[in-house]
């Protein structure tokens, strides 16, 4: 397969930018390309596990990763709202109020252990996530492009940690499991100790200006066949029409992993998706946007068997008109 030198080259930056943050996320590479695929089709990720298997590490990498500004934000059952976004404090010497913006005004926003917040917290992301702006005072402030939330958490079941809701979920284009490392990559990890290869010594790969055209290089380059668009359409709509399922995929998943499929389509060289691209990133993109019944959870029911469900019983698309 012949592709153009311009998609070449947004293979070799894609390419690049995988083998900076796999310094410190030893053999984790499949989770490594889906979190930079989250980041180019310009989504928020949220990373899922138990402690110490590299969560905060896989965010601190991608954000070191790219010149861009980033900030992070520690989150904890005591802090406010405004410690997130901002707040306006009084002038003296105008006797006027003075707009002071949060940690949120960043290209790349870190937030660590985001389930241990308090949901009223957790809700002042939901503006920003999905409109990328900040609403204080009646006036509205527009966060710089790209903007992109990393959060990190915790599984619901540990002790001191709250269920997201399930709108600020829907937010996230991805949800993805970062697992313990195999024995070769544990022992890479503690070498790693010894030679201080940390995310402290990650440089950047690629400008921020660099990282704006490989997301505009997606969305104008790669096609999508109506029949893919159907396909995706029939996924999101049979996840709603199970008897075990209390909310289904929204819309807003569809577009995600129509997104998602896009950049796996232009990682892999193609400027077209197939119905592979949909398959490898649907598990990633609607999993975390299921919400089974009472019932179906105490039967062990999951949502990744959902979808799995859909992949299976949703016809593919055999031929694609380009």
Not at 68 to 85: A, E, K, M, S, Y
Not at 172 to 190: S, T
Not at 221 to 249: D, K, M, Q
Request: with cysteine.
């Amino acid at each position: 397969m012949s592709t153009s030198p311009e998609m070449q080259g947004f293979v070799e930056q894609f390419d690049r930018l995988v083998a900076n943050v796999s310094r410190v996320m030893h053999g984790k590479d499949q989770v490594v390309r889906a979190a930079v695929g989250c980041v180019l089709a310009e989504g928020h990720l949220l990373i899922e596990d138990v402690p110490g298997v590299g969560k905060t590490s896989l965010a601190r990498a991608i954000a070191a990763s790219v010149a861009l500004t980033w900030n992070r934000i520690q989150f904890t059952p005591d802090l406010l709202p405004t410690d997130v976004t901002g707040v306006s404090v009084f002038d003296q010497k105008t006797t006027t109020f003075t707009f002071r913006p949060g940690p949120v005004f960043s290209n790349i926003v870190l937030g660590d252990e985001i389930n241990r917040a308090s949901p009223k917290t957790q809700s002042a992301l939901l503006e920003v996530m999905q409109e990328r702006t900040v609403t204080a005072d009646a006036t509205v402030y527009r966060v710089p492009r790209p903007f992109i939330v990393v959060a990190t958490q915790n599984p619901i079941d540990l002790e001191g940690t709250y269920v997201l809701p399930e709108a600020q979920l829907d937010r996230f284009l991805m949800r993805i499991e970062v697992g313990y490392p195999g024995p070769e990559a544990e022992a890479q990890v503690l070498r790693s100790e010894k030679d201080e290869a940390t995310v402290s010594t990650l440089s950047p790969v690629m400008t921020g200006q660099e990282l704006l055209e490989m997301i505009e290089f997606v969305k104008r380059s790669v096609e999508v066949a109506p029949a893919i668009e159907n396909y995706i359409v029939s996924l999101c709509a049979h996840t709603r029409g199970l008897p075990e399922v209390r909310l289904g995929v929204s819309p807003r998943g569809g577009i995600a992993l129509l997104r998602a499929a896009r950049v796996a389509a232009a990682a892999a060289g193609r400027s077209y998706v197939t119905p592979d691209d949909v398959k490898a990133m649907a598990q990633a993109t609607l999993a975390h946007r299921v919400i089974l019944r009472p019932d179906a959870e105490v039967q062990g029911r999951t949502p990744a068997e959902i979808v799995a469900r859909a992949l299976q019983a949703v016809p593919v698309p055999r031929t694609l008109v380009r």
